[in-house]
Structures are given as C-alpha cells and as structure tokens.
Nanobody, 117 residues
Framework: QVQLLESGGGLVETGGSLRLSCAAS????????MAWYRQVPGKQRELVAE???????NYADSVKGRFTISREKSRPTIYLQMNSLKPEDTAVYYC???????????WGQGTQVTVSS
C-alpha cells in the first residue's frame, strides 16, 4: 500500500506563484513515475503534468511555460512549481503514481489551489 500526501496549496492572486509537494510513502520502491492532476466541481479530473524517474516530463497545454514538475532523486516526492497563476487554475490538485507499468487508482486527499481575479 502506498500513501500520498499533497501539500502547498492556498489562496493567491492572479499572476502569483505556489509550489505544491507530494510525498509517497509505504510500498513506494516500485514507483517509477508520478503525476499531478486537478479537478474542479462538476468536471473530470485532468492531467496537469507527469514525470518519470528517467526524467521525461509531459504537461497539459494549458500549463506549459507556467508550471514545472520536478522530483527528489532520493525519495518518491514530486513538486509542482506554478507561476503566472490564473483564475482557471483554481482546483483541487492531486498526485498519482505509476507502479511498474500501471498508473495507480490511489489518490491523496488533494490540496486546494484558489487563484483570485
């Protein structure tokens, strides 16, 4: 079993920045990729960014050039640096992990990001 703990959300003005963190614990030795998703009420959870342990990254078009995903090399922890935030970035942000070749269905409790206009 793997536990995920997201943190770093908050309230920020348009144009501001936040840095989210997600730490995986438990049976995390086989994790080889992690990702950030976000969800607003009434909409499906969407991929924001993902990173593999080999260093490959992928971003949603809506956040390219503004968000940067990174990871700790010594432990299964990822970060999401969010710059130039917009009101449409308001959502609950969740992280997810890939175990071998399968993306897990486990989610953390999420962290709320609110961008005021």
């Amino acid at each position: 079993q793997v536990q995920l703990l997201e943190s770093g959300g908050g309230l920020v003005e348009t144009g501001g920045s936040l840095r989210l963190s997600c730490a995986a614990s438990g049976r995390s030795v086989s994790i080889n990729a992690m990702a950030w998703y976000r969800q607003v009420p009434g909409k499906q959870r969407e991929l924001v960014a993902e990173i593999t342990w080999g260093g490959h990254t992928n971003y949603a078009d809506s956040v390219k050039g503004r968000f940067t995903i990174s990871r700790e090399k010594s432990r299964p922890t990822i970060y999401l640096q969010m710059n130039s935030l917009k009101p449409e970035d308001t959502a609950v942000y969740y992280c997810r992990y890939r175990w071998g070749s399968v993306w897990s269905g486990d989610w953390g409790q999420g962290t709320q990001v609110t961008v005021s206009s």
